[in-house]
């Protein structure tokens, strides 16, 4: 019989809610907290610049019993995603299991000797601790803000410009009339520099290190979701584990491969014009593949070629009076800097002893399925698998989580399996795929449908494929057929 259990959910966004959703549903007293006022993480209003939207068709960005509403554009903008998140919590009646503005300032294993962690936790002015037998942190990858500055920038503040996080562009009557420069061109940094030049700018440039492969929504008229996710192409890339014959495999088809991507390249090259905006990546789009993939924002080339949009590769060097000095020896205006440089990793309420057990030396991740450490006992994440379909991927790994807390998964690993492929994919992410050491480790693109396979066997999944061959190889992820493949995982409910 498995024993009910008090369980701790930090973070209110995609994955907190998918998992308070299923140790809920096993019958665990779920309690989540949620430092800001509301639901969403990411999402929150609050939290999103002007004109943010999925880097995911809707089909791919959903839950498996909560399908977005048909009036939604494919790629929906970031109020309705908050929308959407919302109408799963109210659906599922999470909102009962979370208190809000309620911050965890740290964690320890609890002192009576029993297991789980005692939770230091602070709402408003009151701070208390509280026991769990197990703790589901929530907060994925982009919770706390990567905070950085430049020689200079005091003065240049103090004479009247702005330096803030792209997190906090919230208004986009900041940038008119302005002269905007934008460190990082991820995909936030060029939806930035977009609404700036949309907005009345003065000049917008951005800034970057280094030309990265981008993947506009429809290449060549193809939408990408009909490329870059498909089991087909998948089976293209240097997954981990690979057995002689699959190695076989890779070695007889690799000239196809070669041409494949080789062509992919040369239709995203024609198309967006990267040759002419020396845009052009040094490394081959299939090594390079991975949650930093970014997502063409719609009118990013077109500003470049209308002159109101200037690309510059380098970084700032140190803030001057009416402008930013930059590495290349090129001197900016600049009224407002925004600095698109991403978010710390890591879980900064974990004692450091523990940190290092959980990350290593080099910044990789030690940890199983993406979902647990054997060295941090009674703990697991849920959103350490980015993807490109993160919603499904949370949905998956709460539902592996709960299961592998109660020792109901078809497959219980041995602390000897655990630590056996964590070495093994720590040396295939630093050896043979370069790549994937990007967040940490944590990120399963492009190989969803591998991933995915993993976490279903791992639960006993009766089925974790569609019926049909062509489609399940050539279609992308199907959330209602996941829905489905779920359905067919032993139940069980703690009592």
């Known amino acids: 019989m498995v024993k009910r259990k008090k369980v701790a959910v930090i973070g209110g966004g995609v994955s907190g809610l998918a998992a308070a959703k299923a140790f809920d549903e096993k019958g665990h007293r779920v309690c989540g907290f949620e430092r800001s006022h509301d639901f969403g993480g990411v999402w929150e209003l609050s939290r999103s610049y002007p004109g943010v939207q999925t880097q995911s068709p809707k089909e791919l960005y959903r839950f498996t019993d909560h399908p977005m509403p048909k009036d939604y554009p494919e790629w929906p903008k970031g109020p ?5 998140l919302h109408s799963y919590a109210e659906k599922h009646d999470l909102r009962r299991l979370f208190r ?9 294993r609890r002192s009576d000797g029993a297991p789980g962690w005692t939770l230091t936790l602070r709402a408003g002015e009151i701070t208390w601790q509280e026991d769990f037998d ?11 803000k990567n905070v950085i500055s430049h020689p200079g920038q005091e003065a240049f503040v103090a004479a009247g410009g702005q330096v803030m996080h792209s997190s906090d562009y919230t208004d986009p009557e900041l940038a008119r009339d302005k002269h905007v420069v934008v460190l990082g061109a991820s995909k936030s940094g060029t939806d930035i520099a977009v609404n700036a030049a949309r907005n009345g700018a003065k000049s917008v440039h951005i800034v970057y290190r280094q030309n990265v492969w981008r993947l506009p929504y429809f290449v060549g008229g193809i939408n990408f979701k009909r490329l870059l996710y498909m089991r087909a192409q998948e089976m293209q890339f240097n997954g981990w584990g690979r057995g002689p014959v699959a190695r076989t495999v890779a070695a007889v088809t690799r000239p196809l491969v070669w041409a494949n991507f080789r062509g992919l390249e040369t239709l995203i090259k024609l198309q967006l014009g990267l040759k002419k905006h020396n845009m052009v990546p040094d490394t081959p789009i299939e090594r390079e593949a991975s949650c930093s993939l970014p997502i063409v924002t719609p009118g990013f080339f077109e500003f470049m070629n209308e002159g109101k949009i200037t690309p510059v590769i380098g970084t700032f060097e140190a803030y001057e009076k009416d402008g930013v000095r930059l590495t290349t020896g090129e001197k900016v205006p600049c009224d407002i800097a925004v600095l698109a440089v991403g978010w710390k990793l890591g879980v900064p309420y974990l004692p450091q002893a523990y940190r290092d057990k959980l990350i290593e030396a080099d910044g990789q991740y030690r940890i199983y399925r993406l979902a647990i450490n054997p060295d941090l006992p009674d703990m697991g994440f849920v959103g350490f698998n980015s993807s490109f379909c993160t919603v499904l991927s949370a949905e998956l790994m709460a539902n592996w989580l709960v299961r592998y807390m109660d020792g109901q ?6 602390r000897e399996e655990i630590d056996r492929d964590i070495e093994a994919n720590l040396e295939w992410r630093r050896t043979e795929r370069p790549a994937a050491q990007v967040y940490g480790g944590l990120c399963s693109a492009p190989f969803h449908y591998r991933h995915f396979d993993e976490l279903m066997r791992d639960m006993g999944a009766q089925q974790w494929k569609r019926s049909n061959p062509v489609v399940e190889m050539f279609s992308y992820p199907d959330a209602t057929a996941y829905g489905r493949f779920l359905s067919t995982v032993p139940d069980y409910r703690a009592a």
């Open 100 to 108: 809000l503005n309620t911050e965890v300032l740290s964690m320890d």
């Open 134 to 144: 197990f703790v589901a942190v929530c907060t994925g990858q982009f919770s706390e």
């Open 80 to 84: 309705q995603v908050h929308a959407y």
């Open 409 to 414: 998964l078809a497959h219980q690993p041995t």
